[in-house]
């Protein structure tokens, strides 16, 4: 929270990001949010109001409802779909180029813009491979402990 406000006043600077990291990034649903598929290709996405004192005080006076609903178009559902961890960015860039014709640059500015208003808005997070992990051979990743010590 305190770094939020520092970053809001400008008084921190957010942590840089290479650009091969951001590639190699796992994109996350966030698990509150539920979403569903209509004909048309688009998501819904129902958000759930936060369950703090003031927000649920503060809907009861103004009758404000439980719950968002965010619709994304057949391209953003599709994105949407494929943040579920076991795709990483540069995946989702290539399967964009492939199914909608894109080059590379326009599929990588346009998926960076979408992947970060919805890390903003807090309906994704990241998961960003730690170096040290990338670098080992599977065998001990997958059973480590059965690695000599």
Known sequence: MLNKVLYALKLKK???????KVLKAFPLRNQLITWELDDKGEASLVIPQKDKFWVRVTS??????????????SIGAY???????????SQIIKALQKKHQLTRKEA?????TFVQQLGKRNFIQFAIPNEAEAQKPA??????FLAKR
């Open 14 to 20: 957010r942590p840089d990001v290479d650009r091969s």
């Open 60 to 73: 009861k006076l103004f009758m404000l409802p439980d719950k968002r609903v965010v619709v994304l178009d």
């Open 79 to 89: 994105v949407w779909q494929m943040c579920d961890g076991k795709h990483t960015i």
């Open 108 to 112: 990588e500015t346009s998926l960076f």
């Open 139 to 144: 065998q001990q990743k997958r059973f480590g």
